[in-house]
């Protein structure tokens, strides 16, 4: 099992930055897919989950109306628009995987996830 994030930065305050997660050795489709984010110091963090179809959404208040989550079940990959950035953005981002019916909906706690990436750098600052 690998979930592998990519397009992490440096990017100005009020900047856009898209987060990508690829999966692999595991069925993409049968799996709620999320993102948490860990910044210096913090314990990490709920950001937002996607359902395994896709047409279902979380957020987490801190990002709501600034970042969207979705994926592609063809492409094994879920992604992570993130605009209107903050410096308390900053944080390494990490995607995971919760199997669908292991977890009540919507899964927002470390534990209810079963694979993890090892996540990707973020920082926003000028």
């Known amino acids: 099992v690998q979930l592998v994030e990519s397009g992490g930065g440096l990017v100005q305050p009020g900047g856009s930055l898209r987060l990508s997660c690829a999966a692999s050795g595991f069925t993409f489709s049968s799996y709620v897919m999320g993102w948490f984010r860990q910044a210096p110091g913090n314990e990490r963090e709920f950001i937002a989950v996607v359902s395994w179809g896709g047409a279902a959404t979380y957020y987490a208040d801190s990002v709501k109306g600034r970042f969207t989550i979705s994926r592609d079940n063809a492409k094994k990959t879920v992604y992570l628009q993130m605009n209107s950035l903050k410096p308390e953005d900053t944080a390494v981002y990490y995607c995971?995987?919760?199997?669908?019916?292991?977890?009540?909906?919507?899964?927002?706690?470390?534990?209810?996830?079963?694979?993890w990436g090892k996540g990707t750098l973020v920082t926003v600052s000028s």
């Open positions: 995971a995987a919760d199997r669908v019916g292991g977890s009540s909906w919507p899964p927002t706690k470390e534990v209810d996830m079963d694979y």
